[in-house]
């Protein structure tokens, strides 16, 4: 976190990689219901089940996805952008002819 800030107050951005267990947390993004304390987000961020809540970018090669989304980084206390590569394998093991 103290590295990350101290890079974004000179106007720069960092690029990197997040650890596969990183705490992230989605967005809200409903409008206010007008009765207490305001959202702020709504529940963690899980890759395989909330694939659909990540907004797809396209193909690289053919099972290779690309797709981006929003939310916050607990560990560095902000707001992110994190894109995430998926590769589809096969699940066969050999090829019978």
């Not at 694939?51 to 707001?79: A, M, N, P, Q």
Request: with cysteine.
């Amino acid at each position: 976190e103290k590295f990350v800030s101290a890079v974004v107050g000179t106007g720069l951005q960092v690029v990197g990689k997040l650890r596969n267990d990183a705490d992230l947390l989605w967005l809200y993004s409903a409008p206010y219901s007008g009765r207490g304390r305001p959202k702020i987000f709504d529940g963690k961020v899980n890759a395989e089940k909330d694939l659909h809540r990540f907004e797809y970018i396209g193909e690289l090669d053919i099972g290779e996805s690309i797709y981006t989304g929003v939310v916050h980084s607990k560990c560095l206390k902000c707001t992110i952008r994190v894109v995430m590569f998926r590769i589809q394998r096969d699940t066969k093991i050999g090829i019978s002819q």
